[in-house]
């Protein structure tokens, strides 16, 4: 059982200003959703998120890569969350099929309906990719590559987050998207992009999660956001969380990071803010794509945290009465 459940979300954010204070008024329900951080404390369990990742980087799923049967597990494995949660298919079952190089890769879709009448025809998606790439340099005997950092973290944080907002739906609705193939070249991402575009979606912002299983350290923020200077995200973000969640890594744009995870078809195909979310800072973790990204170099308690504080940003993206996530012009 969940330590706590949400409810009345679109609501609960809102304070009650006299006459007087009309201008905070109205910067209230721009914002939408601003609540105090206790009031998502205890929302994600610990043992949650450790039980998804454990069993998502194990060993019985070989590495997830795309076209076997260990990426087939994993598929099962997130469509029976999704149907436990309440999550509902966008498409017709959960799965997106596409081919790539002669194997046959899924990509996972749930739906979170929008309870506003006006609003719930606007698209938020919070996403990751489930993949990773099977085999790599043997070490120590092993040349398993469970992908516990790359990136069985950022699809257990999708989860989580799905659970979350399947209890408390906000103004608009919500994509729960996994995306197979990334280890490809983005292709599990960019053939989801183009199906939504030919489904005619009023895509507001993609929000892409992307290893988080190590924190970062001597930063004044949780995590870093691709394409900082692209769009106001941030800096909205952060005003809906009343936190410093989301900051600018000089590294980021200095290897294009952007460009090279989930987010990226999603801007190309809609030019919308689309974006990443990280803790891989190129110092704090010595594994990627390495037979020792495994489970027991994670640190749970800190993706527990690290879920809980962005439930509040998403939660204001997905609950402002306008479209306040914008790009900037370059």
Do not use: W
């Amino acid at each position: 059982m969940r330590k706590f459940t949400l409810t009345g979300l679109a609501a609960a954010g809102f304070l009650v200003f006299t006459a007087c204070g009309q201008s905070k008024q109205v910067a209230t329900e721009t914002a939408a959703v601003s609540f105090q951080k206790e009031s998502v404390k205890n929302a994600i369990l610990e043992e949650d998120i450790s039980s998804a990742l454990k069993y998502l980087s194990s060993d019985e799923l070989q590495g997830r890569s795309t076209g076997t049967d260990g990426i087939e597990k994993a598929a099962q494995y997130i469509e029976n969350v999704f149907k436990e949660q309440g999550v509902k298919p966008f498409f017709d079952t959960y799965r997106d099929t596409f081919e790539v190089k002669g194997l046959t890769g899924y990509n996972l879709v749930g739906l979170v309906e929008g309870t506003d009448p006006q609003l719930k025809d606007q698209y938020i998606i919070v996403g990751a990719h489930y993949d990773h790439v099977g085999h790599a340099k043997p070490f120590e005997g092993d040349s398993l590559a469970n992908g516990a950092n790359d990136n069985a973290s950022g699809t257990t944080a999708v989860l989580e987050l799905a659970k979350f907002f399947a209890e408390n739906p906000p103004k608009r609705s919500m994509l729960f998207s996994l995306f197979s193939a990334e280890e490809l070249g983005l292709v599990g991402a960019a053939e989801l992009a183009k199906e939504f575009r030919a489904e005619g979606i009023d895509l507001y912002t993609m929000f892409n999660i992307e290893m988080i299983g190590v924190p970062m350290k001597g930063r004044d923020y949780l995590a870093y956001l691709t394409g900082y200077e692209n769009s106001n995200l941030a800096e909205k973000f952060n005003e809906y969380s009343e936190a410093q969640v989301l900051g600018f890594l000089p590294e980021a744009k200095q290897y294009s990071l952007f460009q090279r995870s989930d987010n990226y078809p999603f801007f190309k195909e809609f030019n919308v803010p689309a974006q990443t979310i990280s803790t891989f800072d190129f110092t704090n973790f010595p594994y990627y794509h390495h037979v020792k990204d495994e489970f027991e170099e994670m640190d749970v308690a800190h993706m527990e945290n690290l879920i809980e504080t962005i439930i509040p940003g998403i939660a204001g993206m997905a609950n402002s009465t306008q479209k306040e996530i914008k790009l900037k012009e370059q």
